[in-house]
């Protein structure tokens, strides 16, 4: 397209895209890349991301945390949302997925210790268990193990759907199973280990479910990655407000994995 003045400058594609609809554009991007992609299929990796550098000092504006969709299959972004608060997280997944029209699937969801109680009994299990060998509770167990970017790493996943003690105590819809992932780091500098725990809508086949956790860190090691890399996501001061700024985290754009990145 010519342009009689040439290229039109920062500012000036900032007053284009915050004069736009950000609902009516959200949906038509949707619509889009639904059509790029055909049906969602697959894990979706739902991860939020915040921006380091996005307070606002003089507005007494906190930092805009992003929640993101992300297809690990199609290695595509399918949409975004962005909430005031880190803790919101957790009320901004339900709206994400209305967006995408994403309904009836199952789910593998990481406990922190925030989550309180249920993170602390799913953790007393593995551990007073891990300690007896698991000989008091059906177990499932898969493991593997893979080396690169100087440093070898291996995943000890433990699987059981024992759980009817723990339903009791905590009602959460339609939990199947609970998952813990031993995670073990060996570099030049020495060895480290890490326990996640999960807790899951599906039965407990370690294999499938270790699977199905491997497939979420694409989020972090492919989208975060390129965002933070390529973009300079966390590089990025927001403290004067454009409309593109205001308006760009409620964008939805496909983002494809980045050469390099790192895996979790």
């Known amino acids: 397209m010519p342009f009689a003045n040439g290229t039109p400058s920062h500012d000036q594609l900032g007053l284009i895209f915050g004069a736009l609809d950000a609902a009516a554009f959200q949906q038509c991007f949707i619509a889009w890349t639904q059509a790029l992609s055909g049906a969602i299929a697959g894990v979706v990796a ?5 921006l380091r550098r996005s307070f606002d000092r003089a507005g007494k504006k906190g930092t ?26 957790i009320t901004a997944i339900p709206e994400l997925l209305d967006l995408l029209a994403i309904k009836g699937a199952d789910y593998v969801l990481r406990l922190k210790s925030n989550q309180g109680g249920l993170h602390e009994d799913v953790a007393l299990l593995f551990s007073e268990q891990m300690a007896n060998d698991f000989k008091n509770i059906r177990i499932s167990t898969a493991t593997d193990t893979d080396a690169g970017h100087g440093r070898i790493q291996s995943r000890q996943v433990f699987a059981t759907d024992d759980i009817d003690w723990l339903k009791q105590r905590h009602d959460w819809a339609g939990l199947r ?7 073990t780091r060996e570099t030049d500098t020495g060895k ?12 407990a086949d370690a ?5 199905a956790i491997r497939q979420h860190w694409g989020v972090e090691n492919s989208l975060h990655w390129m965002l933070d890399v390529n973009f300079c996501d966390d590089a990025a001061a927001s403290a004067r407000k454009t409309p593109r700024q205001t ?9 494809r994995p980045a050469q390099g ?4």
């Open 64 to 89: 805009v945390h992003m929640v993101s969709a992300w297809s690990s299959a199609q290695k595509l972004t399918l949409g975004m949302r962005a909430v005031d608060e880190k803790s919101n997280e």
């Open 207 to 211: 294999e499938k479910l270790g699977a």
């Open 261 to 264: 990145a790192r895996e979790g």
């Open 247 to 255: 308006h760009r985290p409620q964008a939805y754009h496909p983002q």
């Open 177 to 183: 199973s609970i998952v813990m992932v031993l995670c």
């Open 192 to 203: 480290s280990t890490e326990r996640r725990f999960y807790i899951a809508s599906l039965p």
């Open 46 to 50: 739902v991860d939020g991301k915040t």
